[in-house]
């Protein structure tokens, strides 16, 4: 194609930039690189952020449980928490009334971390360079976004 050739209809639809999809996995990216200098502080990655915050919002989950909230296999979650325990971040036990259940809790190290963790989020939400209202509107559309697209693999 010519330099200042116009391109046509389908040709601009099948730009990447016109990609929703694109944009909200590239804005993934972005985030976890804006992360990643804290959490390295802290040794561990965007994943197991994500854990802490989910234990921290209700402690002694089973690994099910918190697999659906992070929407990850257990055969992602599994490696993570076990990386997690390790750095005594993490417990993971048998259920007492189900033995084919294991329950995830935060150990006081792990809360430590979180908090620790967490305290980065206001430089990172300033680095957005949204406004609050905008922040809480695009966080908002992308949840609706998301349920939207499972409930379509559903049917």
Do not use: W
């Amino acid at each position: 194609m010519k330099k200042n050739a116009k391109r046509s209809e389908p040709e601009l639809a099948a730009s990447l930039a016109n990609f929703l999809c694109f944009a909200v996995y590239s804005t993934n990216l972005a985030f976890n690189r804006a992360y990643k200098p804290f959490l390295d502080e802290l040794g561990i990655t965007y994943p197991q952020y994500v854990t802490l915050i989910a234990l921290n919002e209700q402690n002694d989950q089973t690994v099910g449980e918190l697999g659906e909230k992070l929407f990850l296999e257990s055969s992602t979650l599994t490696p993570l928490l076990k990386r997690l325990e390790a750095m005594g971040h993490v417990t993971r036990t048998r259920d007492a009334n189900d033995e084919r259940q294991v329950r995830i809790s935060l150990t006081d190290t792990g809360r430590a971390v979180f908090e620790k963790a967490f305290c980065t989020r206001g430089p990172l939400i300033e680095a957005t360079g949204l406004d609050h209202d905008t922040f809480v509107r695009l966080q908002r559309d992308l949840v609706a976004l998301r349920g939207n697209l499972l409930k379509a693999k559903a049917r």
